[in-house]
């Protein structure tokens, strides 16, 4: 079974930067394609940012690309989404999530969810 807490996440204006980050427990880390969620009040869950369990693989949804980074550390068992440039329609509650030996966009690849951060962009 593994464990993610997520955190960073917060306030911040539109064309600001934010740093979320996800700790990972509990399993063998290096097995695990790590992706990013995020869900907008009233909508659904949508992928965000994923990165494969080895080789540095990544995959971004298109209203992210040349905004977003994703990074992980297989020592410290955690992976980062950098945030920069945001934009209100970035505001939601963000999830971690973790996939064995799999990589991909749909939900149901991933077997473990963090908690939720919650991240607002203002105008």
């Known amino acids: 079974q593994v464990q993610l807490v997520e955190s960073g996440g917060g306030l911040v204006q539109a064309g600001g930067s934010l740093r979320l980050s996800c700790a990972a427990s509990g399993g063998t880390f290096s097995s695990y394609t790590m992706g990013w969620f995020r869900q907008a009040p009233g909508k659904g869950r949508e992928f965000v940012a994923a990165?494969?369990?080895?080789?540095?693989?990544?995959d971004f949804v298109d209203s992210v690309k040349g905004r977003f980074t994703i990074s992980r550390d297989n020592a410290k068992n955690t992976v980062d989404l950098q945030m920069n440039n945001l934009k209100p329609e970035d505001t939601a509650v963000y999830y971690c999530?973790?996939?064995?030996?799999?990589?991909?966009?749909?939900?149901?690849?991933?077997?473990?969810w963090g908690q939720g951060t919650q991240v607002t962009v203002s105008v």
């Open positions: 990165i494969r369990w080895f080789g540095g693989i990544t």
């Open positions: 999530a973790a996939a064995r030996l799999r990589f991909g966009r749909s939900r149901q690849n991933y077997d473990f």
